[in-house]
């Protein structure tokens, strides 16, 4: 049998076990049980007359058991007490500290493992005696479980009250227990009660910081306690949206939010409306596509990105790649193999950097390294490289990407093709990766597998299969021209990444960075003189490389300098994209056309290129008001990251039309003059 319905089998007899356990400790003796740990009542220090005297009741479960919350969740039982105080005394409600999640056979459990305190504040009466010890006792019955065991325990806690004017030195161990007790929150929170779903709005400021929030609900058997949730922002609201499980309807709802660490907030919820919309920060909506999809869409961009503009300039590399595969099946194979293993690395490489780089607070997407000046200026000096290279200045073994049978070349190849290949979102990849930001690691960095496999898929297929390896030109001398005339577009690359140096860092910072690119070409040339007499060349490279690359490496930095223009002027003199210009042209009452872009996105700029820089198009917007805005993303921007997260998109292009009135429409990632138009004149 298998352990994990050894432990549902266990859950379902202790379910049973606990329907007698009350019944039974009511009938007998209040014997004491505490085999499976330990509990003691203190006292935090004296109290005065007419104050308020605060008591832990800490616990003390052996190592690998756990006790519970007040809503244990799916399975357990929570602390119930019945206190034994004098005449005219009283007991408050009992304080915990922020639980952990504990999730075995598809139950979640809400437990406390290892040494906690329960806060409760005892009030004393203006009568008490200074300098009398009043004894009080609380009668407790809790749960300690193991993975596979639970045994109920139950004892009466004993201890003593000082009452004196003074109330003294308090037990140093509150401090530490006090800390641990989430806050109230001052102000109440709103929940509403949908068909299948509660959704809670909670006073949270904007400026809190979640690392991995989590509510628990205190009214039992409300919520689906194992069902995901769903988190977003709207200003000073934290809405959470939790599947429900009964048909309760409370008056009020109470729980602890967990923001991460241990830390947490106690709030109160009560009837009135919840916000709509906001940021989407933590879970998966609950109308996102299932993950299958997810897969399929990832896939199918990384298809669709074979033949999407932003890959053009590394179209050289895969065509060589194409007619080496040609020349026998047991290579064939290798290449294909080689070249997707290369493919897939780099595109989980970048998605485990760009989630890794979130985790940690930064706001990136996808592509954010072609944000980054000094990989731009990499990108350069490769593409240099691979021009001359494919000119015929110089050959490199191991990387040259016209020699047969070398995996490592093909390995290489599919390394640079995913790095440099994905600064854009393409259709069906929007979904996939928008999803992948706020998926867990392990499905998110699926995906990015599925979008790496998608993009080498074509020469996957062409390295297994022979029908295909058929139809391709046979290798000869055609391939030392066509190696040559590859050049050409890999020059063109290298132009189009000065340029976007330039809009990077300056005109100071590209005009330094092509200093370099002169070293690195003449270092080239001679390695390519050597070669060809037949000589040791690659030290050659190092000495005369070494001098233009430390300066590179101090002039740089020092000469980096954000250009203060933005993007290239549009004919329809369009806004600056912020949350709140976008509001104003909302508010207007006309329709808005958002749209953003970066220097470094081809797709971008062809769009922008046949669609949007048109003038039948300008002349449509004119006719139709259209309030045209723009947001450049060619430079790290927080505020254009956090919108795109919020619209679910990774990365750029991102469109949208706003209809006045209405939430904004996304438009394909492909746009045509026509359907620009359109929108226009509707």
Known sequence: MRASTIRLFARLWLMILLACAGPLHAQGPRAENMDRGSAELVAESAAAPGGEANVAIRF??????????????????????????????????????VPQRLTIAGLMNHVFEGEHAVLVPIDVPASAEPGRGYPIAVYGEWLTCSDTLCVPQWATLRGEIRVAADTGEADPRFAQWRASIPPQLDSDGRFELTASTLRLAIPVPA???????????????????????????????????????????????????????????????????????????????????????LLLG??????????????????????????????????????????????????????????????????????????????????????????????????????????????????????????????????????????????????????????????????????LVPALRSMLPKPGAWMAKFRKAMAIPMGLTALALVWLTARLGGQGFALFALVVVAGIVIALLVVGRLQRAGKLAWPAFGLIAA??????????????????????????????????????????????????????????????????????????????GVISMVGDWTRPDPAITAFLNQQGAAGVPLYLWYEPGQEGEQLPQVLTAEMLIEKARR
């Open 207 to 293: 400026s809190m910081a979640l690392q991995d929030p989590h509510v628990f609900v205190e009214t039992l058997k409300l919520v689906d306690y194992a069902a995901p949730q769903v988190f977003r922002r709207t200003g000073d609201w934290l809405v959470a949206e939790i599947p429900l499980k009964g048909g309760a309807e409370p008056e009020a709802i109470g729980g602890i939010l967990a923001l991460g660490d241990g830390n947490g907030v106690r709030f109160v919820a009560r009837p009135g409306e919840v916000p709509g919309g906001g940021e989407l920060i933590a879970g998966v909506a609950s109308d996102a596509p299932p993950l299958w999809t």
């Open 547 to 624: 001098p233009f690359l430390l300066f590179g490496a101090f002039a740089l930095p020092s000469s980096y300098q954000v250009p203060e223009e933005s993007s290239a002027e549009s004919i329809h003199q369009p806004q600056t994209f912020s949350e709140a210009s976008l509001a104003e042209a909302r508010a207007s009452g006309r329709p808005v056309f958002l749209w953003f872009t970066a220097d470094w996105c081809v797709t971008c700029k062809v769009n922008e290129s046949v669609a949007i820089e048109r003038e039948a198009t300008k002349d449509a917007f004119e006719e139709a």
């Open 298 to 463: 990832a896939l199918a961009g990384g298809l669709l990105l074979n033949i999407m503009p932003c890959v053009f300039p590394i179209l050289s590399i895969k065509a060589l790649s194409l007619a080496r595969a040609g020349e026998s099946q047991a290579q064939a194979r290798r290449e294909g193999l080689a070249y997707t293993a290369g493919v897939v690395l780099a595109c989980v490489a970048l998605g485990a950097a760009m989630l890794a780089l979130r985790a940690a607070g930064e706001q990136v997407g996808w592509a954010f390294q072609l944000q980054s000046p000094g990989v731009v200026v990499f990108l350069l000096l490769l593409a240099v490289g691979i021009t001359a290279n494919f000119a015929g200045v110089f050959e490199l073994p191991s990387l040259s990407m016209t020699r047969s049978g070398e995996p490592a070349s093909a390995f290489s190849t599919g390394l640079l093709a995913a790095f440099v290949a994905t600064p854009c979102t393409g259709p069906f990849m929007a979904a996939a990766l928008g999803a992948a930001l706020l998926l867990p690691p392990i499905p998110a960095l699926v995906l990015f597998a599925a979008l790496g496999l998608g993009l080498a898929l074509p020469f996957l297929l062409i390295g």
């Open 60 to 97: 003390e479960p052996l190592p690998g058991w756990h006790g519970y919350w007040t809503n244990p969740g799916d399975a357990g039982r929570g602390l119930t007490l019945e206190w034994q105080l004098p005449a005219g005394w009283s007991a408050g409600e009992p304080q915990f500290p």
